[in-house]
């Protein structure tokens, strides 16, 4: 296997790239990836890149994707390694640095964007660059892609490039973010690969009354049925339980490695009535984020009715953000809303994706596994369910297997889930330090050639 030649210097080139791209301010809405885009042009072809081995397409004007390729001897396929470039907006005097500043202090950048996800994608982009120099022989092509529009609906990235620039990113498998990074869960530092996701389904609830005036109330004010309806989706708690593949795995996983007598109760967690039985006593964070993972969820966010105080009016309206368990469909979560509201509010789906699950009986998946525990021996690897959507999801339209992996230990009590799309974002560079050899290693693995 090759080794990385000098870890020292392409950490600071990953910051220096880093530094420039948070710099080149990318808010969804509106996106505007495309002063992005060009840095990544302009590093590669500083390094040398041939230009006919990049690509740069846009769905419309500055929403840009960019697809680099370094080819292998074509015996095995693609390894895709992907990431956005585009960033949720900043409420700036909530910061104490500047969010485009790209400020490095002491061993820390900071910006919008350092962790979600130009950290990663810059960590992406060295490992492509140092396989680009060291010229690594591979068997299979690897293939770099910088792109728009993951924060806001993938319609101008990875949606774009599979439904028409398959032939750029058309892959066997593939990387992105969301994986292999140190959680703090009390005492055990947890690094959890991404296998699947679930699926978006935003629908409208809508109860249908009668207008009237409202100094003579009357019992059809729609107003009053969808706040019953809501009120009856608030105390039920969660919907049914739907134990998956991935989250069998989970289990399992996590069991296997615990030294406690205490693992072998997690096989009982295979039983979905006792799961659900488990949701209704528990409380606080860790129900929620156990509900995420075994239950379609919904998050009532937007409420309209009425335009005027004096007018009961006809219609009431709820947007309700529901996530999906993979193999789940917009219709089976209106099924389970209808059993607990009734027929009386009508449900409309507004937009929707699908889940994603991915097989951790994959040489890749061990691969990953294998590197993460070499990583930090003592912390706690597992497969993991993303209650969130990602490019997977788009991705695996083109039959790409993708794995959220972006490798990395951070310091204790690093607050890494506040940061993502909160205030402050910001990467310690020590996370590149250790993240970047086992990136390299796994690529190396994967896509090396023996010899
Ligand atoms: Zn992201």
Known sequence: MTELMNIKMSVDEIVTNLVSLIQAETINPPGNELPAILVIKDILERAGFPQDALTIVESVSNRANLVARIKGDGSER????????????????????????????????????????????????????????????????????????????????????????????????????????????????????????????????????????ASIPHSDNPVFFLAQAIEKLRRVGHLPVHITPTFLKMLDSAGSQIQSPLSSLTRLLHSPILMSMLLDRLKGDSRNMLRAMVTNTLSPTILRAGSKVNVIPSIAEAEIDCRLVPGQTPEDVKREIRHIIGDR???????????????????????????????????????????????????QNAGIKVYGFTPGILPPGFPIMQLAHGHDERVPVSYFETGLPVLWDVVNDFCGRPG
């Open 345 to 395: 509010i009508e449900l409309e789906t507004v937009y929707t994706t699908s889940g994603a699950e991915f097989s951790t009986e994959t040489a890749l998946y061990k691969i990953l596994e294998q590197r993460t525990r070499k990583m930090d021996p003592d912390g706690l690897t597992i497969p993991m369910l993303m209650p969130g959507a990602t490019d997977a999801c788009q991705y």
């Open 78 to 213: 693609p390894l895709l390694l992907s990431g956005h470039l585009d960033v949720v907006p900043v409420e700036r005097d909530r910061w104490s640095r500047n969010p485009f500043g790209g400020e490095v202090v002491n061993g820390v950048v900071w910006g919008r964007g350092a962790l979600d996800m130009k950290g990663f994608l810059a960590m992406y982009l060295q490992v492509f660059l140092d396989i680009f120099r060291q010229k690594v022989p591979l068997k299979r092509d690897l293939i770099l892609a910088a792109i728009a529009d993951e924060e806001a609906g993938f319609t101008h990235g990875s949606k774009f490039l599979v439904e028409q620039h398959r032939e750029l990113i058309n892959a066997e498998y593939g990387l992105t973010e969301g994986g292999a990074i140190t959680y703090y869960f009390g005492k055990t530092r947890l690094y959890t690969i991404q296998v699947a996701e679930k699926g978006v389904c935003w629908l409208r609830a809508r109860a249908i009354g009668k207008p009237g005036h």
